[in-house]
């Protein structure tokens, strides 16, 4: 399978608890985008990284949410002492850079329900 | 201001008829504009991009692009029950800057 991998596809978690997202971005891309879906709302921009470096992050709660994409190994959003408002649907994407245009594929995405 | 809007629908046409999706965005300076479209409880597949004015075809979609009125509109043929979906129109200023979404229409095609 050549297309963004993310796991878990579903991750329950106790408020409290910390939530750790992965995401394995295409076959030669170096670009990966993390985005938030609620329930029946549009997709909102988190973060943008390539490797080792975040690019733009003004998407990002300012508090308990981190991201990275280490040299080696896939991308990882991380939301520490998690709320129930953290409840959503999170997706990956990645696009391979240069060109005129800036393709995104995604992934499945991560379901995440904090009880 | 948002930076991208749609008419959140629902958008409901009859199989067989063409569908009109339309979009607005606000950055004067954005470049690249595309098309996904998501199927409930599923993930953005992208059906779409375009960056010169005018139209660009494929298939039974036609995206037309007026970046004086910073307008973008996806136009969908012979639509079919399968094309019910919720279609999000998404815009980026380069191809190295993040792409901004607009909240999407809900499609419902009636057989």
């Known amino acids: 399978n050549a297309g963004v991998m993310q796991n878990p596809r579903h991750l329950v978690r106790r408020r409290g608890q910390e939530a750790r997202l992965r995401c394995s971005p295409m076959?030669?891309?170096?670009?990966v985008y993390w985005y938030r879906q609620l329930p029946e709302e549009g997709l909102k921009f988190m973060v943008y990284?390539?490797?080792?470096?975040?690019?733009?992050e003004s998407g990002m709660p300012k508090e308990r949410f981190s991201a990275e994409f280490p040299k080696e190994g896939p991308s990882i959003l991380r939301i520490q002492q998690v709320v129930r408002g953290d409840s959503a649907a999170y997706f990956c994407?990645?696009?391979?850079?240069?060109?005129?245009?800036?393709?995104?594929?995604f992934g499945p995405g991560t379901r995440l329900t904090v009880l | 201001q948002k930076e991208v809007e749609q008419n959140s629908g629902p958008l409901s046409v009859p199989e067989g008829a063409i569908a009109s999706l339309n979009c607005t965005y606000s950055d004067r300076g954005s470049q690249s504009f595309f098309w996904y479209r998501q199927y409930s409880g599923k993930s953005p597949e992208l059906i779409m991009f375009i960056y010169s004015n005018g139209d660009k075809e494929d298939g039974r979609f036609t995206a037309q692009l007026n970046k004086a009125s910073q307008y973008v509109s996806l136009l969908i043929r012979d639509s079919q029950p399968s094309d019910s979906a919720t279609y999000l129109c998404a815009v980026s200023q380069t191809s190295y800057d993040k792409v901004i979404f607009g909240p999407g229409t809900s499609l419902s095609v009636i057989p």
């Open positions: 076959k030669g891309h170096s670009h």
């Open positions: 990284l390539q490797k080792e470096n975040i690019i733009d």
């Open positions: 994407a990645s696009s391979f850079p240069g060109g005129l245009n800036n393709e995104q594929f």
